[in-house]
């Protein structure tokens, strides 16, 4: 009874082994009839013999993909149909169990090429296996710089200045009156005329040179000229004329173009009654207010 009981303890481990290979391993177990019959009328070894490394060993080749587990889970099945001398019921169990903890390793290259992919993707982290380079130190110099030489400009070259436009005609018989303004002078002129007189032409240069003493000041000239209101072409005209002529004396006076600014207005706005139309504000840039 004894014997009985150890032999179908013993088939039923076996059972067991093989199911959970089958479950992890994916193996097909095959039993023989005659060898289990053979197996309950013979008699169980004294002692169990050691496992055969060659035969039952095959780590090695399940070391790629789950799947290749099933080639080397098949060559196991047939060893069930060998005596009881030969396999023993304990030991079976190991090489059983073999492809689930085999199958770990195979879970790792996946990892492992996820891991190198994402390094892949970013350029300031090195591939595994190479060392880290620090940054270049940074580079001081001792000194600074020297100043730099600037080229001084050529004597010879030709200076094209401004032409000067010609000394207006003075007209002794012009009508003109000369009033001083807050930094300039004020000249009139008669309607429809641009002709200067020997004292509204004294009273330009006079200005002139009082404006040599101020290199930084400028001469603003506003001109007007009345006329009609639905014709401001005309005053316009006019009042440039004048504005020109102011400038002309200027300029023959020694006052170069570029400190001279003409502002051509034509009709003048908001005159009272008894107030000249046709005249010319020359006065100082720092007297404008």
Known sequence: MTKKFSLSCRLSLLCAAGMLGAGTAHAQIVTNSEALDSLAGSTPPAAATPPQPRARHTAPRTTQHPRAAQPSAAKTTPAAATPATTVPAAPATQPQAAPATVAQPTANPVSATGSSTTQAQTPNVPPAGQPVRPPPAPTI????????????????????????????????????????????????FAPGSADLNPETHQAILAFGQNLAYKPHVRALVNAFSSGAPDDPSLPRRMALARGLAARSVLMNGGTPSTRIYVRVIGL??????????????????????
Do not use: M
């Open 268 to 289: 003048p706005q908001n005159t009272k009654a008894g107030e000249p139309e046709d005249y010319i504000d020359i006065y100082q840039s720092d007297a404008e207010p």
């Open 141 to 188: 110099p001792d000194a600074p710089p020297s100043q730099p030489q600037l080229t001084p400009a050529p004597s010879d070259v030709e200076v094209h200045p401004f032409p000067i436009p010609p000394q207006p005609v003075v007209q002794v018989q012009a009508q003109g009156t000369v009033t001083p303004i807050p930094g300039g002078v004020r000249l009139t």
